[in-house]
């Protein structure tokens, strides 16, 4: 009916080349469309790192109830990552704070950084 005649081999190869072929510009394009995306989500990272503002100088510890001032540390001291109760401050109010009788840190000492000497 209607004349069909079955598919030679060679036809039959051929076709099957057009099948891998549609398939693999369709994966290669999903992968461009990937590599992509993540050179974009790198660049979106490296801007976010440059608009990052540097870690301040100093930093002033409060204490439980937010109000108690503990101590002075400096900008960099390990210490202060660990009890997550620091705010950054500036020179002239970890001076102000040193001076009223707030205690320095003892591990990055930062009255002697500042040039405070008891």
């Known amino acids: 009916m209607g004349g069909e005649q079955p598919l030679s081999r060679l ?5 099957a080349r057009r099948v891998v072929e549609q398939q693999a510009v369709r994966q290669l394009r999903l992968i461009d469309r990937w590599i992509a995306d993540e050179e974009r989500r790198e660049i979106e990272r490296l801007q976010g790192e440059e608009m990052r503002p540097g870690p301040p100088d ?7 109830n937010r109000s108690n001032v503990d101590a002075v540390r400096a900008g960099d001291c390990w210490a202060a990552a660990k009890s997550g109760r620091c705010r950054p401050a500036s020179r002239l109010q970890a001076i102000d704070a040193l001076r009223g009788q707030v205690p320095p840190c003892i591990h990055c000492r930062p009255d002697t950084a500042l040039g405070i000497l008891d």
């Open 11 to 15: 036809d039959a190869l051929r076709f």
């Open 58 to 64: 100093w930093l002033i510890q409060y204490g439980l």
